[in-house]
Structures are given as structure tokens and as C-alpha cells.
């Protein structure tokens, strides 16, 4: 089996503030963010990843940086980029809350229109990051560990699609949480959880699950 360990990016300043934080911003880490992306290095000290690969974002990359601490070399995709929000990106959430394409963007995604606020929408999020697990998985074989850094709405996303779940119910699990562990397994074909939004507090949780 292969397995993809999948990490959020740390606590940056626009999760802090409560606005939307999409692949069209950028905001430097926190110190939560900071500290919970150490802490995580020391989660996974003992795993060796056969590839690291980031979300080339800033705050991705910077997380990458701290949870490797320079033990292993960090490859960037373009794939893995958060989703584009469009004219929502860097906006207060809390104005939006009660409005219908909002509610559609968080429970109804094939509903959600999002060309009317110029963002990139499900559909394609998920063909750009399936394709990128799925290579990723198949670089580094059977027996292969691959460390991925990427965001919120990609990894819940994607992890829940490519396990099976249609796209309308995938975040109906809530989002995994900044720097947390989610582990997929694959034989090529098949995706299953190993574990999911593990968070550094949690680490027996990875130990309970033979990871």
C-alpha cells in the first residue's frame, strides 16, 4: 500500500480574522500556526517520506519548511493550490453567512454558482487535485510515503471524494483543521482514511493506527 500523509497549513493571520482564505490570498502564519507546524514535525520526526510536495502558496510552503525542518527536500504543485474564491477572497465571512450561494458554497456544492463571484468552483478543484494525489501516489509505489502540505478545502475535499464519497456530501465531515494529519491509503485503485484530522495533541491516535 502507498499512503499520502496530508497536512494543513498552519493558523495564518486571515484564518485568525474570520475571513475567506482561498487560493487568491495569502497571509503569514500566526503564532499558532507556527507552533502547531512544529509540533507536527515532531508528530511525524520518526516517518520517512519517500517525496515532499507543497502547495506552492505561502503559507503552505512556509508550514512545509517547519514541519520538514530541513530533513528532507520540499517539491512544489500547482495542483494542490487552495481554491480560488474569487471576489470573496479576503472578505469578512460573517456578512455572508445567511446567503444563499454561501450556504450553497458549504452544503450544496453542486449547486454553488460560483461564476457569479469569479471562483473556480468543485468540479474543477477536484479534477486538478485528484490528478495530483494519484500521480503523487503512483511516484513513489507500493510501500511508498509521500508527505502533502496543501489547505483546507483541498485536502477535505479531495480525501473524502477519492474515498468514496459524492461531491455534494464532501464537507459534510467538516474541514480538517489547521495542522492537522489526515492519512490516505492506496493500492492504486482503492482510497481509504488510515486517519483523519489528527491533530498534534492526538499523535496516539497515528500510533494506534500503525502509523
Known amino acids: ?114 461564476r457569479a463571484v469569479h471562483a473556480e468552483g468543485y468540479q474543477a478543484l477536484v479534477r486538478r487535485t485528484t490528478a495530483a494525489f494519484r500521480d503523487l501516489a503512483a511516484s513513489v509505489g507500493p510501500d511508498g510515503r509521500a508527505l502533502v502540505v496543501s489547505h483546507g478545502i483541498v485536502l477535505t475535499i479531495t480525501s473524502n471524494f477519492l474515498t468514496g464519497t459524492p461531491l455534494d456530501h464532501a464537507r459534510d465531515t467538516g474541514e480538517v483543521a489547521n495542522t492537522s494529519v489526515t492519512v490516505l491509503e492506496t493500492d492504486g485503485t482503492h482510497w481509504r482514511k488510515v486517519a483523519w484530522n489528527v491533530k498534534p495533541e492526538e499523535s496516539n491516535r497515528l500510533r494506534a493506527a500503525g502509523l
Open 1 to 114: 500500500m502507498t499512503y499520502l500523509y496530508l497536512v494543513r497549513h498552519g493558523q495564518t493571520v486571515v484564518n485568525a480574522e474570520g475571513r475567506f482564505n482561498g487560493g487568491g490570498v495569502d497571509g503569514p502564519l500566526t503564532q499558532s500556526g507556527v507552533d502547531g507546524a512544529r509540533a507536527v514535525h515532531g508528530m511525524l520526526r520518526g516517518v520517512h517520506f519517500d517525496r515532499v510536495v507543497s502547495s506552492p502558496l505561502p503559507r503552505a510552503s512556509m508550514t512545509a519548511r517547519l514541519v520538514t525542518a530541513a530533513d528532507a527536500p520540499i517539491e512544489y504543485d500547482d495542483r494542490l493550490r487552495e481554491m480560488s474564491l474569487g471576489d470573496w477572497d479576503g472578505q469578512l465571512l460573517a456578512p455572508w453567512m445567511d446567503d444563499p450561494e454561501f450556504i450553497n458554497y458549504r452544503h450544496h456544492m453542486e449547486r454553488w454558482d460560483y
